[in-house]
């Protein structure tokens, strides 16, 4: 089963716009990640944010957390043709579960 | 850097052959993990090991077996290879509740 789930599948943007990805997951967790996946590599850990934050930063990256809600979401500020890539969110519970991602492209 | 190794990006095996894939990583991480990752399913846990001899069942761990005898390797195998367990397989090793850092990938073709 499922218990990670991105919003959207895919996103097309111009360089310069932000870009947000939504996460949704059913269990209760210990933290939320997020990846990033460029064409054929392996995958790049970004952000892991815990169950008691709500919010962390990382240069262009912005994370927010709601556990209320069950969801998550990634926002990439003044985005860069270098950001094309995949975003995974990841949720560690009692086991590990990914999304399916987002396929994110930023046209020049 | 951490770093995490898988034995090879690309693979070719035959339909009943036995297939080991190995993977090693150098930061004494305790957990180790197989996924494998096909076009609109993302990443799916086959295992994950919190230690040496003690492995746990992902999501699909249906013909698939895992090893791990020492903490920095953790190897998959695939007792006799079938058509369906084509895909990307990807290694991953982190400590306790933090962040998963991956292999490469091995691309498995099993014809």
């Known amino acids: 089963s499922q218990q990670g789930e991105e919003d959207p599948q895919a996103l097309s943007i111009q360089e310069g716009e932000n870009a947000t990805m939504n996460c949704s997951y059913k269990?209760?967790?210990?933290?939320l990640q997020w990846y990033r996946q460029n064409s054929g590599r392996g995958l790049v850990h970004l952000i892991l944010?815990?169950?008691?934050?709500r919010e962390k930063h990382s240069g262009r990256l912005r994370v927010t957390l709601d556990t209320s809600k069950k969801s998550s979401s990634l926002l990439i500020t003044a985005s860069r043709a270098a950001d094309t890539a995949s975003y995974f969110c990841?949720?560690?519970?009692?086991?590990?579960?990914f999304g399916t991602g987002t396929s994110l492209t930023v046209i020049p | 850097d951490v770093k995490v190794t898988q034995s090879s990006r690309y693979l070719v095996k035959r339909t009943g052959e036995k297939v080991f894939l190995e993977c090693v990583q150098d930061?004494?991480?305790?957990?180790m993990f197989w996924y494998r990752q096909d076009p609109g399913l993302g990443l799916r846990l086959i295992y994950f090991?919190?230690?040496?001899?003690?492995?746990e069942k992902g999501d699909i761990p249906e013909g698939y077996s895992v090893s791990r005898e020492k903490k920095e390797r953790f190897s998959l195998i695939l007792e006799s290879a079938s058509t369906n367990q084509t895909s990307m397989y990807l290694c991953?090793?982190?400590?306790?509740?933090?962040?998963?850092?991956f292999g490469p990938g091995t691309r498995l073709t099993v014809t």
């Open positions: 991953a090793s982190s400590r306790l509740f933090y962040e998963q850092y």
């Open positions: 930061m004494d991480h305790e957990n």
């Open positions: 944010i815990r169950s008691n934050e």
């Open positions: 269990t209760s967790i210990n933290n």
């Open positions: 090991s919190y230690d040496v001899k003690m492995k």
């Open positions: 990841a949720i560690e519970g009692n086991q590990f579960y």
